[in-house]
T-cell receptor, first 115, second 114 residues
Framework: GAGVSQSPSNKVTEKGKDVELRCDPI?????LYWYRQSLGQGLEFLIY????????KSGLPSDRFSAERTGGSVSTLTIQRTQQEDSAVYLC?????????????FGPGTRLLVL | GESVGLHLPTLSVQEGDNSIINCAYS??????FIWYKQESGKGPQFIID?????DKRQGQRVTVLLNKTVKHLSLQIAATQPGDSAVYFC?????????????FGAGTRLAVHP
């Protein structure tokens, strides 16, 4: 079956512009995660959605970052007034929440470059 | 193409040798650990996991060892192949509100030479 997909695969924008990044999780997966990966770094947790529960936004670095998940499926990560330090790979993952152990399946990422 | 983690620690091995990638985790109460492999331009791919009530788990050509005493995790790859070249991340799941919030390490680049 299809894995996690993300679009666009690459995005170049100018400082100060807004960007939207999209994630299509695996069908039926109830949990969805956004991570940021800067060059030479590990994965930094941004936000987590689980079913109809309120999302965990504790990893969002500033109020310029927001995310939505519509209909329990597709998610959009929005970065407003982008800054050069926002340049990174933004990864989305989904999982079938089973409480104890679960595997997060990652998409290929969106490579964002802010000029 | 773009590389992930240009400044990561690198382990260089010869094709056919065994590789050992090490990871120190941070939370002694973490109960679940995962290794991911990330090839250039791709998202991380699950390799193997282990729960804290185990100290060893084997998969196909891979073995994960967990030493809770020193908070150390290792990934052993047998008969390393060129296709194993990638960045490897360990992740831990610390005690939390009940979901799978993983904390990732910085990663190690594995370079396999023919």
């Amino acid at each position: 079956g299809a894995g996690v997909s993300q679009s666009p695969s690459n995005k170049v924008t100018e400082k100060g512009k807004d960007v939207e990044l999209r994630c299509d999780p695996i069908s039926g997966h109830t949990a969805l995660y956004w991570y940021r990966q800067s060059l030479g770094q590990g994965l930094e947790f941004l936000i987590y959605f689980q079913g109809n529960s309120a999302p965990d936004k504790s990893g969002l670095p500033s109020d310029r970052f927001s995310a939505e998940r519509t209909g329990g499926s597709v998610s959009t990560l929005t970065i407003q007034r982008t800054q050069q330090e926002d340049s990174a790979v933004y990864l989305c993952a989904s999982s079938l929440y089973q409480g104890l152990v679960e595997t997060q399946y990652f998409g290929p990422g969106t490579r964002l470059l802010v000029l | 193409g773009e590389s992930v983690g240009l400044h990561l620690p690198t382990l260089s091995v010869q094709e056919g040798d065994n590789s050992i990638i090490n990871c120190a985790y941070s939370n002694s109460a973490s109960d679940y650990f995962i290794w991911y492999k990330q090839e250039s331009g791709k998202g991380p791919q699950f390799i193997i996991d282990i729960r804290s009530n185990m100290d060893k788990r084997q998969g196909q050509r891979v073995t994960v060892l967990l030493n809770k005493t020193v908070k150390h995790l290792s990934l052993q790859i047998a008969a390393t192949q060129p296709g194993d070249s990638a960045v490897y991340f360990c992740a831990e799941r610390p005690p939390s509100g009940g979901y799978n919030k993983l904390i990732f390490g910085a990663g190690t680049r594995l370079a396999v030479h023919p």
